[in-house]
T-cell receptor
Framework: DAKTTQPPSMDCAEGRAANLPCNHS???????VYWYRQIHSQGPQYIIH???NNETNEMASLIITEDRKSSTLILPHATLRDTAVYYC???????????????FGKGTLLTVNP | EAQVTQNPRYLITVTGKKLTVTCSQN?????MSWYRQDPGLGLRQIYY???????DKGDVPEGYKVSRKEKRNFPLILESPSPNQTSLYFC?????????FGEGSRLTVL
């Protein structure tokens, strides 16, 4: 798996957009970008994933640069409950015998302040 | 309800006493995996399985065994636990997409 680089921590004001960056400069053509978050010591929770195009779901938006070397997770209106560690991961697609050694890294601790 | 169930959730044991942490998923997923989480080190993959009878090492497999005899179950076996295996363990399953994680098993080896 390609490695990712994330800032160790970020702060955001409640109600504002939280923009979490991720660098994955060694990503290969068939690797997806996935985002998860972990609240306290609970099991990580899936947020969103994408390959090339920007993606949006009910939780967040994912912006992937044209060269695919970096991406940004956007929480449009952060709440206190969004305080968590956010992990950016790249992983291969399921077809074609991809590498399943997923590396989570240390993630970004997002603290949403009142 | 789609879920990944781990047991036990909490366990305190002693060095050398074999233990098994069970993991079961009800989503018919082919892929299952085990992770451990330690302060400052993030989530590290121990073993994964792409299907029944197909398993492979992750990043930190030493001291652990796994088996995948049925699609729904993927137990993690510590044959001779040591204090450095004190950790929070997560099981996960997946099909072509997101990983579903269990709630974690906190293991302490004295």
């Amino acid at each position: 798996d390609a490695k990712t680089t994330q800032p160790p921590s970020m702060d955001c004001a409640e109600g504002r957009a939280a923009n979490l960056p991720c660098n994955h400069s060694t990503i290969s053509g068939n690797e997806y970008v996935y985002w998860y978050r972990q609240i306290h010591s609970q099991g990580p929770q899936y947020i969103i994933h994408g390959l090339k195009n920007n993606e949006t779901n009910e939780m967040a938006s994912l912006i992937i640069t044209e060269d695919r070397k970096s991406s940004t997770l956007i929480l449009p209106h952060a709440t206190l409950r969004d305080t968590a560690v956010y992990y950016c991961i790249v992983r291969g697609g399921y077809s074609g015998g991809s590498n399943y050694k997923l590396t989570f890294g240390k993630g970004t601790l997002l603290t949403v302040n009142p | 309800e789609a879920q990944v169930t781990q047991n036990p959730r909490y366990l305190i044991t002693v060095t050398g006493k074999k233990l098994t942490v069970t993991c079961s998923q009800n989503m018919n997923h082919e892929y299952m995996s085990w992770y451990r989480q330690d302060p400052g080190l993030g989530l590290r993959q121990i073993y994964y399985s792409m299907n029944v009878e197909v398993t492979d090492k992750g990043d930190v497999p030493e001291g652990y065994k796994v088996s995948r005899k049925e699609k729904r179950n993927f137990p993690l076996i510590l044959e001779s636990p040591s204090p450095n295996q004190t950790s929070l363990y997560f099981c996960a399953s997946s099909t072509a997409g997101e990983l579903f994680f269990g709630e974690g098993s906190r293991l302490t080896v004295l």
